[in-house]
């Protein structure tokens, strides 16, 4: 149980163009996803939260309007890079929350991670 | 802000033997979960053991074990009987509730790099 997937795992694309990542939780409703992103031998940053039906909670020095997250069913939330650019390049890694909402810790399930790389 | 610092880049020991990777963390919150996640090469995010920091007994997971001492805001983890496959990054998280009662994302510290030798 506890399943989350990401999807695609890889994608390369031209600066300028957008690209979006799915993010879903298999076998559980997810009220709140995370999205975490990891440069090359470093540890995982959290950008934002997502919760189901509401807007997304950015941390400080994240760009909301370059990084766009929808949480539109409980079972998807979508990260979309919009105008990348090389510096965009990056591990892009989902956590699903599995609990009901206002609930108390929960574990976070993990994607298996989207490898970015803006040419 | 909370912080959470790994002071051991990397390790290595022989299989078999018994490791303790080190984590601290600084937080004024009183209410938090503490976890170490395992990475290996293939980058996906492994839950190892969590603690909840109402819980004065220290959590186990068969071969697993933390010394969570909260006072000193310390949250070890040991690894007994050390197998090849435990080899990969180990990452300390804290993870403090959200306003609400919600859960908050994970701040994670800078990893540990265990290395099982043959």
């Known amino acids: 149980g506890a399943v989350v997937s990401q999807h695609p795992s890889r994608v390369i694309c031209k600066s300028g163009t957008s690209v979006k990542i799915e993010c879903r939780s298999l076998?559980?409703?997810?009220?709140?996803m995370f999205w975490y992103r990891q440069f090359p031998k470093k540890s995982l940053m959290l950008m934002a939260t997502?919760?189901?039906?509401?807007?997304?909670?950015?941390e400080q020095g994240v760009e909301k309007d370059k990084f766009l997250i929808n949480h539109a069913s409980l079972t998807l939330s979508t990260l979309t890079v919009t105008s990348a650019h090389p510096e965009d390049s990056s591990f892009y890694i989902c956590?699903?929350?599995?609990?009901?909402?206002?609930?108390?810790?929960?574990?976070?399930?993990f994607g298996p991670g989207t490898r970015l790389t803006v040419l | 802000a909370q912080t959470v610092t790994q002071s051991q880049p990397e390790m290595s020991v022989q299989e078999a033997e018994t490791v303790t990777l080190s984590c601290t963390y600084d937080?004024?919150?009183?209410?938090?979960?503490l976890f170490w996640y395992k990475q290996p090469p293939s980058r996906q995010m492994i839950l190892v053991i969590r603690?909840?920091?109402?819980?004065?007994q220290n959590a186990t997971e068969n071969r697993f074990s933390v010394n969570f001492q909260k006072a000193a805001k310390s949250f070890s983890l040991k690894i007994s009987d050390s197998q090849l496959g435990d080899t990969a990054m180990y990452f300390c998280?804290?993870?403090?509730?959200?306003?609400?009662?919600?859960?908050?994302?994970?701040?994670f510290g800078k990893g540990t790099h265990l290395i099982i030798q043959p």
């Open positions: 997502s919760n189901e039906g509401s807007k997304a909670t950015y």
């Open positions: 998280a804290f993870m403090k509730r959200g306003s609400g009662g919600g859960a908050d994302g994970l701040t």
């Open positions: 603690q909840e920091a109402y819980k004065q």
């Open positions: 076998d559980f409703q997810a009220t709140t």
């Open positions: 937080t004024s919150e009183n209410n938090y979960y």
């Open positions: 956590s699903a929350r599995e609990g009901l909402a206002g609930g108390w810790g929960d574990t976070q399930y």
